[in-house]
């Protein structure tokens, strides 16, 4: 006699791990490290103030 599964769990359970797969590849492609992270934040502020400075008043 064959094994009896639930195809509900085994849906679930297959949805689950492209789930998985899917999370992890976009890590990859979106993610960034905590340094580059700050290294930007850092240079956007640096523009900004760069900018605000040549700014002519009226």
């Known amino acids: 006699m064959a094994e009896l599964i639930n195809l509900n769990k085994a849906r679930k359970a297959r949805g689950k791990s492209a789930a998985k797969v899917r999370a992890a590849e976009n890590r ?8 580059e992270t700050a290294a930007a934040k850092v240079e956007a502020e640096r523009a900004r103030r760069d900018l605000d400075g040549k700014k002519r008043e009226d």
């Open 28 to 35: 990859v492609k979106f993610g960034r490290a905590k340094g």
